[in-house]
Nanobody, 120 residues
Framework: VEFVESGGGLVQPGGSLRLACQAS????????MGWFRQTPRYARTLVAA???????HYEERVRGRFTISRDNDKNAVYLQLDNLRPQDTAVYYC???????????????WGQGAQVTVSS
């Protein structure tokens, strides 16, 4: 199982990025999927999740600014980041979750992540 995140970069406050996660060795249509972020100061936390039937969950600080989506045919998950703030600076990871109602990441197989830096 492998997750490869891409699309990170440096952006000014108020800007946008679109992260992509290409999965292999797993059929993501069978799993809820999530995006997590981690900084040197804080542990890895869930910011957005999408269920197998395209239900959504967002962490309060990103609600209304981030949008998660999935393309099962491409075995990929995406995260649109709009109106970015400096506090969104982090490494972003995608991961399969235990279930549609259990947002914990399944063990093993984290990707390398995508660095997002928001700075003027």
């Amino acid at each position: 199982v492998e997750f490869v995140e891409s699309g990170g970069g440096l952006v000014q406050p108020g800007g946008s990025l679109r992260l992509a996660c290409q999965a292999s060795g797993i059929n993501i249509s069978e799993y809820a999927m999530g995006w997590f972020r981690q900084t040197p100061r804080y542990a890895r936390t869930l910011v957005a999740a999408i269920t197998t039937d395209n239900g959504w969950h967002y962490e309060e600080r990103v609600r209304g600014r981030f949008t998660i989506s999935r393309d099962n045919d491409k075995n990929a998950v995406y995260l649109q980041l709009d109106n970015l703030r400096p506090q969104d600076t982090a490494v972003y990871y995608c991961k399969d979750l235990f279930s549609n109602i259990d947002w914990r990441p399944r063990p093993f197989y984290w990707g390398q992540g995508a660095q997002v830096t928001v700075s003027s």
